[in-house]
């Protein structure tokens, strides 16, 4: 396939990542709705703030009372629903890794009442260990925790990090999950991922758009990890992505950043953009991204081999604190409104939630709420 | 210069002093007219491009190479997706135009106290009644509804000025001022909050952690009476280039009493730090530039509605029944009748574009004195002679029109020049900078009737079909400057940026403070960093 540098190739690149795992879809007037209940993904803009649809950008749409999102934009400053979209994508990694590590598992437990999946070279790896409180542990294990893309600003660089590996996660879920489940996990999340011996967060990318590095950086590493799991996600999770596709849309990125540039969506806001006299006076020979819409400086760095102190505090690519997301099943409030919480029937499970609704940061602090739904991350599946 | 004598109906032609009438359009159909306001896409390199790229950043953005830059020609973009306007109201009422004669002494007592200030001031908007009586409608004298209360929604200004030169007295064409006059009555025609979203406006209530502040303050349906907007706002890099000079101004006062100068208030050591006074001081400049309340023109107060029995009494001329005209309009412009107007809730280059150039001509025409204009341009023009555009004119005529027919295409010829270089300024850059490809247009403005772009890009054939229309005797529709509430925020957001940027380093770095804000005598520019943690999230 040779990709075209056009706005509906730009479009067409943007909608298949949007529907990834079949969480959400776009809808034909360009909104996109969640795959459980066809409710609309939205935001809350404006003064004062009043929820709103996401629709994705197109050429030919209708003008109308929606928040458009054009991820394709390098203005200054944050949007909600662009970082609804980046948390989107930060998050679908761990979304995979638990969903077909989940379901490889439930094939292997069903082994037993003579399912014949034990030729099958991934669950014959871990056939011996498969057992229902194993199934009973990933079930505890809230999404976020399995892959989280983040982001470095300073250094242009994406980077996948699960926090299963760490003793600090492991403390907190001590009375819920077995030492040796642990150790199960993280070599399935190895194999899955294809790292060898080394930890996922070997999988890393640095940008070299400069013009739009964090969703270069972002989409590059997310098509790496997909690319990595294909065959499980395929084989297990049922979920079909064309990475190849993929691929050639990611050489196109500044093109099609290019061709939307007449896409003007006005849709940054304050509470996002950081900009202050310590960020503007920055000496002027910085960078001036860096010197202007700033943002909060993570704690510590979440490099390739840290010990889980050095993640604590840390928050993935794309995520919003105290901000509110109408999801699925109500206002996520405080939280991020990553994949939200499809309560009905997804097309890939009908009883899979995401849960990824968070106080603040990964640790050190309470889960969030989803108004009106199941608390998140305790959902079963 | 010519003796400018008569009027012509059509509002265009000589000066008359004391002379005045008013023309009642009956209703005409138009589409939904889709508000999408200016807004700001500042990126790093807009903000370095402008504060680096020369002395000031008006000197910057005079330069060619930086005026063209796609971040900065692209800086001030119309929002896609607009808001549609219900215009069930408009499309039933008629609308008026209003023109007025007034000369004022100049010089008196001089030499020269012949000459004069020749004024025309020319109103247009919806009648809030009928102002005709239906019963003699059609009849050849009709009977008018003195009583019937007009809205204005758009008024200029066009002074005939004398200057006193050696050679004598040399009168020159100014326009003196060109505003759109929004009032709380566009509220109820669009289906969420609107907000003046002037420069100043959107600096000024917004507030970095609770979005506009004082909403109140902006907010178009608190407005008691009509708020004047100068349409300059409307043309894409004159607004970027106001920008610049507010900010400059404000930048200058602060160079021009430095830690050297004089001390006052501003460069005061204790203040000279606070940004918050430095962002009031450019929304002060950009205040003066943008938009005017209450504002009198010709005796009339623009923002509020006025019966045409107090215009009768206010100019006597009107009393004469030969200075009232009705003119009975088609229901529907021919190429609406004919299917031919494009939907502008479609969102795509041809439309976003067309409602950007039917707004930014609206102000250009005016600037240059035209009544009317067609033209053609072709952005892809004669490459090999070095011409950067190709532009036809197939009609135009002047609002003061000498009679002298010599002296009218003397006039036109040097009106047309400008024209066709401001829109090479001022308009062209921005559509380029939307990546859309070359592209060609034909725009016929009339200035009491409509605007019609057929834009065009070589890139999008696809998008070829229907032209845009826009009503100029209802220009608030088009006007640039009106936001929702996101939008305002959006806006708002973007110019503290641009604000708080060219604080930090014509400010903050010039009085020797570093980023932390500690006296540095060293090389500020090449100051190190403070050490950060390496991980910068959102």
């Known amino acids: ?74 203005i200054l400053g944050e949007s909600k629903e662009r970082a609804w979209f980046t948390t989107h994508l930060a998050l679908f990694p761990g979304y995979a890794l638990k969903h077909s590590i989940y379901k490889m ?25 498969m057992d229902q409180k194993l199934l009973d542990e990933i079930d505890r294990i809230p999404t976020k925790m399995w892959g989280v893309i983040f982001y470095d600003k300073s250094k242009k660089t994406a980077q996948l990090q699960c926090n299963l590996g760490y003793e600090e996660f492991r403390e907190e879920y001590k009375n819920k999950v077995r030492k040796s489940s642990w150790v199960i996990l993280c070599d399935m999340i190895r194999t899955f991922l294809q790292t060898g011996s080394k930890k996922p967060e070997s999988i890393m990318y640095e940008s070299i758009l400069l013009s739009m590095p964090k969703l270069d950086a972002i989409m590059h590493l997310l098509v790496d990890i997909l690319k990595r799991m294909e065959v499980p996600l395929k084989e297990f999770g049922e979920i079909e992505v064309d990475v190849k596709t993929l691929d050639e849309h990611l050489t196109h990125l500044e093109a099609y950043r290019e061709s939307l540039r007449w896409f003007s969506s006005a849709t940054t ?113 | 210069m010519e003796e400018l004598t008569g009027v012509m109906p059509g509002m265009s032609g000589g000066f008359s002093n004391g002379n005045a009438c008013i023309i009642f359009y009956s209703p005409r159909i138009y589409g939904t007219q889709v508000l999408r306001p200016y807004s700001y896409n500042i990126t790093g390199n807009t903000i370095d491009k402008l504060a680096c790229g020369g002395p000031t950043m ?70 809030l009644d009928e102002p005709v009586s239906p019963i003699t409608r059609y009849s050849g004298y009709p009977t008018y509804n003195d009583d019937c209360h007009l809205r204005i929604t758009h008024a200029s200004e066009i002074a005939l000025d ?73 043309s894409p890099v004159s607004h970027l280039r106001q920008l610049c000079m507010g900010l400059d101004q404000q930048v200058g006062l602060y160079e021009a009493s430095g830690p050297l100068g004089v001390a006052n208030p501003i460069t005061d050591e204790r203040n000279v730090f606070d940004v918050d006074q430095f962002k009031s001081g450019v929304a002060s400049e950009w205040s003066q530039m943008s938009s005017g309340t209450n504002y009198t023109t010709g005796g009339i107060k623009t923002g509020q509605v006025v019966s045409l029995r107090t215009l009768k009494s206010m100019y006597p001329a009107l009393t004469n029944p030969q200075n009232i005209y009705k003119m009975e309009l088609r229901p529907m412009s021919d190429v609406m009748t004919a299917g031919g107007v494009r939907d502008q809730m479609i969102v795509d280059p041809k439309t976003v574009y067309s409602s950007m150039v039917a707004s930014a001509i609206s ?82 403005y009339v200035r009491n009737g409509d605007t019609v772009v057929d834009l065009n890009f070589y890139d999008w054939p696809s ?75 959102f």
């Open chain 1, 1 to 74: 396939m040779d990709k075209a540098m056009t706005s509906e190739n730009a479009y067409q690149f943007v909608k298949s990542l949007v529907e990834l795992g079949g969480i959400y879809y776009v809808d034909n007037e360009q909104i996109i709705r969640s795959s459980a209940d066809d409710s609309p993904k939205g935001v809350r803009v404006g003064t004062p703030p009043v929820s709103k649809p996401i629709a994705l950008f197109k050429v030919g749409m209708k003008a109308g009372d929606y928040v458009a999102l054009n991820p394709f934009t390098d």
């Open chain 1, 105 to 129: 598992v439930e094939l292997g437990v069903s082994e037993s009442k003579g399912g014949g999946y034990k030729a099958n070279k991934f669950i014959s790896k871990w056939i011996e260990k």
């Open chain 1, 269 to 381: 806001s304050p509470d996002a953009n950081t900009s202050g006299v310590e960020n503007a006076t920055i000496p002027w020979s910085q960078d001036i991204a860096n010197a202007t819409v700033g943002g909060s400086f993570a704690p510590v760095t979440p490099t390739q081999g840290a010990s889980s102190s050095e993640i604590a505090g840390a928050m993935p690519a794309g995520i919003i604190v105290n901000e509110n997301f109408v999801g699925v099943g109500g206002v996520v409030t405080g939280g991020i409104g990553g994949l939200g919480v499809p309560a009905g029937g997804p097309v890939v499970n009908p009883n899979f939630g995401c849960g990824v609704v968070a106080g603040a940061g990964l640790y050190g602090s309470p889960m969030g709420e989803v108004a009106g739904a199941v608390p998140a991350g305790i959902r079963p599946w």
């Open chain 2, 58 to 127: 008006k000197d910057a953005i005079s330069k060619k190479d930086i005026a063209t830059h796609p971040d900065v020609a692209g800086a001030i973009q119309p929002t896609a997706n607009g808001t549609p306007l219900d215009m069930a109201a408009a499309n039933q009422s008629w609308t008026f135009t209003l023109m007025v004669d007034i000369a004022s002494p100049w010089l008196a007592g001089s030499a020269l106290s012949g000459a004069q200030a020749r004024r025309r001031i020319i109103m247009s908007g919806i009648c």
């Open chain 2, 162 to 234: 004398p200057g006193v030169s050696p050679a004598g007295v040399n009168t020159k064409a100014i326009i003196r001022s060109d505003m759109d006059i929004i009032d709380r009555s566009m509220q109820k025609d669009a289906p969420e909050d609107l907000y003046i979203g002037t420069p100043d406006k959107v600096l000024t209530c917004n507030d970095n952690k609770s979005g506009i502040s004082t909403e109140g303050l902006a907010a178009v349906t608190n407005l008691h009476q009509g708020a004047g907007i100068i349409s300059n706002l409307k």
């Open chain 2, 363 to 444: 102000t250009l025409a005016i600037n240059f004195g035209f009544d009317l204009i067609d033209f053609s341009y072709d952005s892809n023009g004669d490459q090999f002679s070095g011409n950067q555009g190709s532009f036809q004119v197939r009609d135009c005529r002047l609002i003061m029109q000498p009679s002298d027919p010599a002296a009218a295409k003397y006039m036109c010829a040097n009106a047309l020049e400008m024209f066709r270089r401001q829109l090479s300024i001022d308009l062209v850059p921005t559509i380029l900078a939307s990546n859309n490809g070359q592209f060609q247009m034909h725009v016929n």
């Open chain 2, 463 to 537: 998008l070829s079909g229907g032209v845009f229309e826009a009503p100029n005797r209802i220009s608030n529709t088009g006007t640039t400057s009106v936001v929702t509430g996101q939008q305002f925020i959006h806006n708002g957001n973007m110019l503290d940026v641009l604000v708080h940027n060219v604080y930090g380093k014509n400010v903050r770095n010039q009085f020797g403070v570093t980023a932390f804000g500690q006296q540095d005598s060293g090389d500020l520019l090449n100051a190190a960093a403070p050490e950060a943690p390496s991980v910068q999230l």
